[in-house]
Structures are given as C-alpha cells and as structure tokens.
C-alpha cells in the first residue's frame, strides 16, 4: 500500500530517551520587519536580536542547510487583531511564537523529493521550506531527500521510519528525525552512518 502524501512540517513527539514530548516550548518573538509567513512545523532558526518589551528571542524561518533553533508549535493571539485565528503568522506583523527549541527531541516528518530506502536510516539530510497551506495554516517543510548524507553539517538526522500500519519504507514515508545541526548543541552536527 504506498503512502499518502500530506506534508503538514515537522510535529514534535518523543524525547530521545523514549519519553513521549510534554508539550514543553518556549516563547520567541518574529518582528514585522520579517516579510515571510511561519506555520505551525515550520523549522526556525535565532535572528540575532530581542523583542522590547519582553526580551523574547527573535527567530525566522530557516533555510536549508542553517543550523537551526527548533520548530514553531504556536503562536500567541495577536492583541493588534483579535479576528486573527492565531495558528499562522502572516508575513510582515509582529508575533510572539511557541518554539521546541530542546535539541533531544523527536519530530515525525514526511521525506518527498526522493525515494527513501532503510539504507538511509542513520544519514543526515537537510529540510525544504516547501509550500504551506494557507487552508489550514500548516507548514510546507519536509525532508529533502535529494540531501541525505553522511555530511556531519545537514541540518536533520534520520532516526527511523515511524512504525504505524499506514506508514512504508518508500515514497512520502512519515520518518522520525533528530536535529543535528542545532544552534543550543555543543557543536554543528555529527556525521551519519
């Protein structure tokens, strides 16, 4: 049966000690000088700067191949405009954001761009930014895997395919993935096997 594609970005699950996430984030901050849209499971990286009236740590979303803080799991209500629904940020306001910045978590996350065989279990591959979905304020991002490597800089790696009767090795595979390149880590990644 081959796999559904529904990429929907990075969804925090367990810890890599094998307890399951507690729904632990922390608060950030994206500015309105920042012109691009951040969903839920979208991968962020730390801007370099502070809000003001918090001292909240700015983020924007990351690229492929930047080394990385974690992943957006919420936003704040928007006290500028309450008809806002909260789960997205459109580009260019002013948003508080939830983030799983802990560098022992586990994100469930769909591979596109390629063929995922159990070989590739252990390498490290770079995410995609991807296309969101402005229907139901999700995020675009997946795993690229035109990038699996054993290079020790790729930003994720790749711990196992999540075993669920409705998930195969193949294409559109659900895999569980560890930040490897994380900006809180003592160093830029460790090289796959």
């Known amino acids: 049966m081959a796999n559904t594609s529904r990429i929907n970005g990075f969804k925090p699950v367990k810890y ?67 008809n806002v629904d909260g789960l997205g940020r459109s580009a260019s306001t002013n948003r508080y954001c939830w983030v799983v910045d802990d560098p022992d978590v586990i994100f469930e996350v769909e591979a596109s761009n390629g063929t995922p065989t159990v070989a590739d279990i252990g390498l490290n591959a770079n995410h995609a930014v991807g296309t969101p979905s402005t229907t139901f304020d999700t995020s675009g991002a997946y795993i690229d895997f035109g990038t699996e490597a054993t290079t020790a800089a790729l930003t994720f790696k790749i711990l196992s395919v999540v075993p669920r009767p409705d998930n195969e090795v193949g294409a559109s595979v659900k895999l569980l993935v560890k930040i490897n390149n994380h900006q809180f880590g003592s160093h830029t990644g460790t090289a796959g096997v």
């Open 16 to 82: 890599l000690g094998g307890s399951p996430w507690n729904g632990q984030a922390n608060l950030y901050y994206i500015p309105s000088t920042d012109g691009t849209a951040v969903y839920p499971g979208d991968v962020v990286k730390l801007a370099g700067s502070a809000d003001t009236a918090g001292g909240a740590p700015t983020v924007a979303l990351a690229a492929a191949g930047d080394a990385v803080v974690g992943v957006v799991v919420g936003f704040l209500p928007d006290p500028t405009n309450l």
